[in-house]
């Protein structure tokens, strides 16, 4: 009897020890929404579709949040922030990923327990490309003729316009107008994208609206010709950014050196007129 009331008031002694501890208190930090700084007439446009931050303070991962978001963080005083620029990787929600074409933002800041700090005056985080080492492919339709080229099976005329605003990602977009008549659009970049870099990150990014889906992938122009798929974007009724991932299907090209990226949309017999705008398509690689 006297050894069980001594564990019993040991344990009562370790369990007022365990109540009685303080706990740390979190400060937060506030990011409302990002934004991306590009340097135009290398790096196209800025428009984008970050919607995650991914967070490290004082080099301890923190988590990652949809944006906006108050993010309790367990450090106070000066803080050194490391921040990634999330995105929808192929445009899946559930595929969240750092781009890796965006720096990280790293920036120091005074955080306060228990009270909440902005991540900027107007609580808005800025991101850039990486300022070297990045090859960039660009079609934002702003100059005369575009790199876009019709296949036989493409049947509809692609139009450039600068207006109505609204059908207009910024100065001008592409427009493609799908009919009973004019039925299928099919065509290709012409990059001519050679001796690129496997098993390292390569995508496709562009903007686009419109209320029919249109697949994308990559074809080759030197022999054995193939066409690979690589994911489709969903009609949308505002302008959104894709992010298309297309590291595996140039890499497992062994027998192929020449490659470009293909748009494909086509409505079947009895289907209603579509109209589809793509706007500011890019392809990068390290």
């Known amino acids: 009897?006297?050894?069980?009331?001594?564990?019993?008031?040991?344990?009562?002694?370790?369990?007022?020890?365990?109540?009685?501890?303080?706990?740390?208190?979190?400060?937060?930090?506030?990011i409302e929404k990002a934004d991306l700084i590009t340097?135009?007439?290398?790096?196209?446009?800025?428009?984008?579709?970050?919607?995650?931050a991914t967070v490290f303070a004082n080099s301890i991962f923190v988590g990652t949040y949809e944006l906006p978001a108050t993010i309790p963080i367990l450090e106070s005083g000066n803080t050194r922030l490391a921040i990634g620029a999330g995105i929808k990787?192929?445009?899946?929600?559930?595929?969240?990923?750092?781009?890796?074409?965006?720096?990280i933002n790293r920036r120091d800041i005074t955080l306060t327990p228990d009270a909440v700090t902005p991540i900027s005056t107007d609580s808005t985080i800025t991101f850039n490309y990486f300022s070297e080492g990045i090859t960039y492919f660009i079609e934002d339709f702003e100059?005369?003729?575009?790199?876009?080229?019709?296949?036989?099976?493409?049947?509809?005329?692609?139009?450039?316009?600068?207006?109505?605003?609204e059908d207009v990602s910024r100065g001008q977009s592409l427009?493609?107008?799908?009919?009973?008549?004019?039925?299928?659009?099919?065509?290709?970049?012409?990059?001519?994208?050679?001796?690129?870099?496997?098993?390292?990150?390569?995508?496709?990014?562009?903007d686009f609206k419109g209320?029919?889906?249109?697949?994308?992938?990559?074809?080759t122009r030197d022999n054995?010709?193939?066409?690979?798929?690589?994911?489709?974007?969903?009609?949308?009724?505002?302008?959104?950014?894709?992010?298309l991932e297309l590291t595996d299907e140039i890499s497992e090209q062994f027998s192929n050196n020449v490659f470009d990226i293909f748009l494909e949309s086509r409505i079947e017999e009895g289907q209603e007129?579509?109209?589809?705008?793509?706007?500011?398509?890019?392809?990068?690689?390290p």
């Open 1 to 30: 009897m006297r050894i069980l009331y001594t564990i019993a008031l040991l344990l009562l002694v370790a369990g007022c020890d365990i109540f009685d501890e303080e706990e740390d208190i979190p400060s937060f930090l506030y």
């Open 39 to 52: 340097n135009e007439s290398e790096e196209g446009a800025n428009t984008h579709a970050i919607i995650d």
């Open 89 to 103: 990787n192929n445009g899946i929600s559930t595929d969240r990923v750092i781009y890796p074409f965006y720096e």
């Open 143 to 165: 100059n005369v003729g575009n790199t876009l080229e019709g296949f036989p099976a493409n049947n509809v005329q692609f139009n450039v316009i600068d207006a109505p605003p």
């Open 175 to 206: 427009k493609i107008d799908l009919n009973s008549e004019a039925n299928v659009f099919y065509a290709a970049t012409t990059w001519n994208l050679t001796n690129l870099p496997t098993g390292i990150n390569m995508y496709m990014e562009i």
């Open 211 to 219: 209320n029919h889906p249109v697949d994308i992938g990559i074809i």
């Open 224 to 243: 054995p010709s193939a066409k690979i798929f690589a994911g489709g974007i969903n009609p949308s009724d505002e302008w959104t950014k894709v992010y």
């Open 273 to 285: 007129d579509r109209t589809i705008y793509i706007d500011n398509i890019k392809f990068l690689h």
